[in-house]
């Protein structure tokens, strides 16, 4: 993500408003910050979440473009309001933010996941754990947990993600399936 940075940021030196070089910093920033957030680093993800959205409003302001914009503004659509609401003591910081609006950021995901090229899966996985973790509608992750694991079957967070899927959805067969293949995969060295 780094390198990526600092290339992206060489062309938006030369051009502010190339529309490429915004995408990548905004989707490089915007991993940065998730895995600072995975990490417990929330103040260092905040940072890295605004210079995404920075990024991401530039390239908002050509709208003929994939939707493959549209992944970013959906995270930020959806998280900005589901942080504050669930981790109380980050509220000042996400007060710096403009505000946003969980059904339009699950709506740009959908749309992300169903119909771009290079974020598609990224988009899919995010609805698979908001579906079920953060919106209590494990029916909706179902299919696209299931999509994920066989479209990507030597993913084993893919795979795993799946076998929990299949448990809470009381899918015992293939529960079954699943596990032993992981535990098949974990004897032949697979990562």
């Known amino acids: 993500m780094d390198t990526s940075i600092v290339l992206a940021q060489e062309i938006q030196r030369k051009d502010p408003q190339n529309i490429e070089a915004a995408f990548f910093l905004a989707a490089s920033h915007g991993f940065k910050g998730r895995l600072l957030s995975e990490r417990g680093s929330w103040t260092k993800a905040a940072i890295e979440g605004k210079k995404s959205l920075t990024n991401i409003q530039i390239t ?47 709506k740009q995901l959908r749309e992300v996941a169903f119909n771009a090229f290079y974020t598609r899966t990224e988009a899919q ?37 799946y076998a929990r899927m ?26």
Request: hydrophobic content about 35%; overall charge neutral; glycine content about 4%.
């Open 125 to 161: 996985l995010y609805l698979a754990r908001i579906y079920p973790n953060e919106e209590n509608q494990p029916q909706k992750a179902f299919p696209l947990c299931e999509y994920l694991a066989s479209t990507f079957p030597d993913n084993p967070y893919f795979q795993r993600l």
């Open 60 to 106: 908002q302001q050509n709208d003929t473009l994939s939707p493959e914009f549209l992944f970013g503004m959906g995270l930020f659509n959806y998280y900005s309001v589901w942080i504050p609401a669930n981790y109380r003591f980050l509220r000042p910081v996400m007060a710096l933010f403009p505000k946003g609006d969980k059904e339009k950021g699950i």
């Open 166 to 191: 299949c448990y809470s959805m009381g899918k015992t067969a293939e529960v079954e399936k699943v596990s032993l293949d992981i535990l098949d995969k974990i004897n032949r060295n697979m990562p």
